[in-house]
């Protein structure tokens, strides 16, 4: 009896605990790791940085379009939600009017900032987003009209030319867009953009065509688009 108490049981019990033993262990280890994907997987602040280009403008410059822009930009991705932006271009307009046989030329820079919200909550590289830009672009435009016009006041006909007439103009844009991984850092997207103008400032002389960065000037809501391929870094 002293011998099965001493010897055999111990080793009765701990065969009995030893398989408790191990599926605790196996739980923890299991809970650890589970706890360790979930942190992976959540979104830090800064969760990276992105650069890219509009690939449209170009585009429309190789089709000889009446107006291009040629565009890069900067974004933070915070907590996978939030993305500041900050777009810099240089805008292009040539345009000959058919009834007046006028000429429009303007070359400039613009810039817009704002942010974007992703509303896919997964993290899986594609995203819906909704934004919000600001654009300001200060230009100089010239007005030429090789037909002679006719002042109202004095009746006199002669050709019109006018250079390096100013302005400036400053507008807000409502984004919406897509975005999906094609692969590693690499991504592509595109966006349809509704803007407003808030206010611009052009020569009596006449009002600018097309507004580098905002597009066609013309009155009410306008509207535009890019398609874009970014690189996470």
């Not at 403008?57 to 993305?83: C, H, I, M, S």
């Not at 909550?121 to 594609?126: A, I, P, T, V």
Request: hydrophobic share 40%; aromatic share 14%.
């Amino acid at each position: 009896m002293t011998t099965f108490r001493t010897i055999f049981l111990p080793a009765l019990l701990a065969c009995l605990l030893l398989p408790c033993t191990v599926w605790a262990q196996e739980k923890e280890v299991q809970e650890a790791a589970v706890a360790e994907a979930k942190e992976s997987r959540r979104p830090h602040f800064l969760n990276g940085i992105a650069v890219g280009a509009d690939i449209l403008g170009p585009v429309l410059k190789v089709a000889n379009n009446d107006w291009t822009q040629l565009e890069a930009f900067v974004r933070l991705n915070l907590f996978e939600k939030y993305f500041p932006i900050f777009e810099l271009g240089l805008g292009e307009g040539d345009h000959e009017g058919q009834e007046l046989d006028n000429h429009f030329k303007v070359r400039a820079p613009y810039f817009r900032i704002g942010c974007d919200y992703n509303m896919i909550k997964k993290h899986e590289g594609n995203r819906l987003f909704l934004g919000l830009r600001y654009g300001f672009s200060t230009y100089s435009y010239d007005v030429d009209s090789p037909t002679p016009l006719t002042d109202p006041h004095w009746g006199e006909s002669r050709p019109f030319s006018e250079h390096g007439l100013d302005g400036h103009a400053h507008w807000a844009e409502a984004v919406i867009g897509l975005e999906t991984r094609l692969v590693s850092i690499v991504s592509v997207g595109w966006d349809m953009r509704f803007k407003l103008k808030i206010n611009q400032k052009y020569s009596d002389i006449g009002m600018p065509w097309y507004i580098p960065g905002y597009g066609r000037n013309a009155d009410g809501i306008g509207w535009g688009g890019t398609f874009k391929i970014l690189f996470d870094i």
